[in-house]
């Protein structure tokens, strides 16, 4: 072994292993090295980086590079139909470079052994996984734990997760997932941050932050992908895989700026969306993928297939076969195939007919070496793993700890008439439906590596909370069945104690992928078991636990307390009982309208006037016959344990150019029994301009911590920017005129001031 060799192997960590390498990958690398310190001293980073590519690629074989373009399923853990199972022969001979649904440093650690150690140039492998909301220890669903509007709670998450899912051998994510989505018909609701397009865009910059960290080479971040792109949840009537259909400025307006807001945070990959929009399916559309993506937005990272996705172009009719599919997707600027093959197999004859130029594989290709660079694979490929810090993390107390805060904040207080809740000294507890006992469906769908068997119940939550209480259980009934025999115990069970918490909902597997709904009321007999239990008379809380907006507005007429608790993963229980019993008000919002019936559907907040508004009284205006406009909770809404009253809203100028700032106040006092938390909104209406504007946008929002008694002004700003809006050019522009400011505690509910923007 020369000199040089020896000091790339200490420089690299791999002292101990070098012999094993082949003499090619070791070579690639040294030149990359010697260039670095030599002529090349003088070059930024990035071109220092381009360097170490290029020397790579210069090695490899156009099967090689296919290889690098590849993504297999491991089948440790399978997320769809599996096409092949020969990956590890594939690994060797270097046609596949990167590897999903596989986890634990063990497994990961002998996988890229054989990558490193036995293909021809040893280039790593990186590690995918659907890390969605958590890994092993499981948190709130996406959808829930955006009710929080707690930026730094969710970029936490997204970093306890990625810290478990590194020391598990992982080192690439398929989230966050930050499609917009007004229809909660579509399963994948679940997986995403509701509504909102300004929620959503700061959710989606503080779950790519969390994931990748402050510097990507470390062992303890995690690539994040930003998906799927694009506008995927907007299927037509709700179901997924659907074609979409909308204008280009509502996509560019409503549904692009979360997309646009996760790539700008850094995050390195993007997923292509099942979908069609504008008529071309995502994964070979060229106007989503080059002139959005890298035209328009600079994107430098990889964009990578969903599952078995450039296959299934075929079927969109929109390629003749699975090589016609490969051609247009590589073509229209998708650099990683998904689990299908079809790079793999097709690709080399595309190149040899010249209907794909090998300067576009090359160009793909680097984008996937670059990332691998970026998390320090080529200086370790064993960087993620070590049994030792594995053991030390899964399930520690920090992730714990936090799973534990963010499902309490995750929980919306919808009703609480009768002042039922915090319970104090509740005495026999009875604890009744088919989640209340439930560790499985606690952890919710997309719950990857989680295991149910770490769950706490909301039984063993009150239990812990409790325990001077007689807190008994039964199952009353469950999700789908007409089996009533369980009424009788269960009301039994509830004359004899002096309070009822019933827990009824939707089970883990019908919401997610492929879980889309035509009806969104409870299942089975789990309405009719709450009206048997309202009937005894005793007190009632009612917990909703599912993924989705359901509809109850029937027995949302004859309850008088209700909470929104969702699927909150491995703490979900302990938080429960910690709400419940007033430990933890209550500060959750809404970030997706609850509608009255699936008739509504879609519902939101930010609506169009259009040429004849609501009017109540009068029939030619747009509405229903049957329901009103309005959703049975808004956007927005939630109630605490306190009571916050809203004041003195004041604006610094009524009349402001362009360039200038507007600041804006308003008083919140805290007028009730308890300390609390308040999630002020700010909303904007632009009065008037050249293309239709919707009633309301959100545009700022500050939770707050208020003393029971005390008084806080609340401070906005508001620029140019807020006041942005795509015209009919498809481009932001602002226009002069009339603005409303409207602030409070939810979307309906809104203290109002005015001002006029000018040139």
Known sequence: ????????????????????????????????????????????????????????????????????????????????????????????????????????????????????????LGIPLLFGYDVIHGHKTIFPIPLAEACSWNLELMEKTARMAAKEATASGLNWTFAPMVDISRDPRWGRVSEGNGEDTYLGSKISEARVRGFQGDELSKNNTLASCIKHFAAYGAPIAGRDYNSVDMSEIAFRQDYLPPYQAGIDAGAVSVMASFNDLFAVPAHVNKFLLSKILRDEWKFTGFVVADYTGIDQVVDHGAASDRKHAGELAINAGLDMDMQSAIYIDHLAASVKEGVVSMKTIDESVKRILKVKFQLGLFDDPYLYFNEEREKETIYSEEIMAHALASAKESIVLLKNDQNILPLNNPGKIAVIGPIADNQLDMMGSWHGA??????????????????????????????????????????????????????????????????????LNLTGLQEELANELIKTGKPLVILIMAERPLTFAALNEKASTILYTWHLGTRGGDAIAEVLSGAYNPSGKLVMSIPRNVGQVPVYYNYKNTGRPYVKDYKYTTKYLDVVNDPLYPFGYGLSYTEFEYSDLVLSDTLIALNDVLDIKIKVRNSGNYSGEEIVQLYIQDLVGSVTRPVKE??????????????????????????????????????????????????????????????
């Open 1 to 120: 072994m020369n000199r040089n060799t020896v000091e790339l192997s200490k420089a690299l960590g791999r002292t101990n292993k070098i012999q094993k390498y082949t003499g090619i990958f070791i070579i690639g690398i040294l030149m990359t090295v010697t260039g670095c310190n030599s002529e090349n001293s003088n070059l930024s980073d990035s071109h220092r980086l381009d360097k170490r590519i290029d020397s790579v690629l210069k090695m490899m074989t156009l099967e090689e590079k296919l290889g690098q373009l590849t993504l297999y399923t491991s089948n440790w853990d399978v997320t769809g139909p599996v096409m092949r199972d020969d990956y590890v022969e594939e690994i060797k001979a270097g046609r596949c470079g990167n590897i999903f649904n596989a986890h634990t440093v063990k497994y990961n650690k002998g996988l890229q052994k054989i990558a490193v150690e036995e293909s021809r």
């Open 698 to 759: 959100l545009k700022g929002f500050k939770k707050v911590c208020i003393e029971k008694g005390e008084t806080k002004e609340v401070a906005f700003t508001i620029t140019r920017e807020d006041l942005k809006f795509i015209g009919s050019n498809k481009e932001y522009i602002v226009e002069p005129g009339d603005f409303n400011v409207l602030i409070g505690p939810n979307s309906d509910e809104l203290h109002a001031a005015s001002f006029t923007l000018t040139k």
């Open 450 to 519: 989680g295991d149910h068997t770490k769950v706490s119940t909301v039984l063993e939550g009150l239990k812990q909370k409790y325990p001077g209480s007689i807190v008994n259980y039964e199952l009353g009934c469950d999700y789908y069945s007409n089996d009533k025999s369980g009424f009788r115990k269960a009301i039994k069970l509830a004359r004899q104690s002096d309070v009822v918490i019933l827990a009824i909902g939707e089970n883990q597997e019908h919401s997610g992928e492929a879980a889309s709904k035509s009806n």
